[in-house]
């Protein structure tokens, strides 16, 4: 059984900084973050392909630097200059890609973790 597990959530104020983790049983070729806040659908934060190409959604890029450690199968999220909106729940995952890509549909992640709360005040 795969597993996906996150840590390093927390508290912290507008304009600070925090960065997540999540330790992988498997390698994938796409290794992604999403974040989910109550009432509203699932996003995708950023996404890293096993050649560390990376691709982030509109609302974190600039401030999110996704990265991994492949000798640890350790995924990361760098998270600064964090808004209140940021404030969700953050789950890593790990799946496939179609075409050569490496996507932020979410039928292509089959291992999902159980998420880390974030929240910015």
């Known amino acids: 059984h795969v597993q996906l597990v996150e840590s390093g959530g927390g508290s912290v104020q507008a304009g600070g900084s925090l960065n997540v983790s999540c330790a992988l049983s498997t390698d994938s070729v796409c290794m992604a973050w999403f974040r989910q806040v109550p009432g509203k659908e699932r996003e995708g934060v950023a996404v890293i392909d096993r050649n560390g190409r990376s691709t982030y959604g509109d609302s974190v890029a600039g401030r999110f630097t996704i990265s991994k450690d492949n000798t640890k199968n350790t995924l990361y999220l760098q998270m600064n200059s964090l808004k209140p909106e940021d404030t969700a729940m953050y789950y890593c995952?790990?799946?496939?890609?179609?075409?050569?890509?490496?996507?932020?549909?979410?039928?292509?992640?089959?291992?999902w973790g159980q998420g880390t709360q974030v929240t910015v005040s």
């Open positions: 995952a790990a799946g496939f890609a179609r075409n050569g890509y490496c996507s932020f549909l979410q039928s292509n992640y089959n291992y």
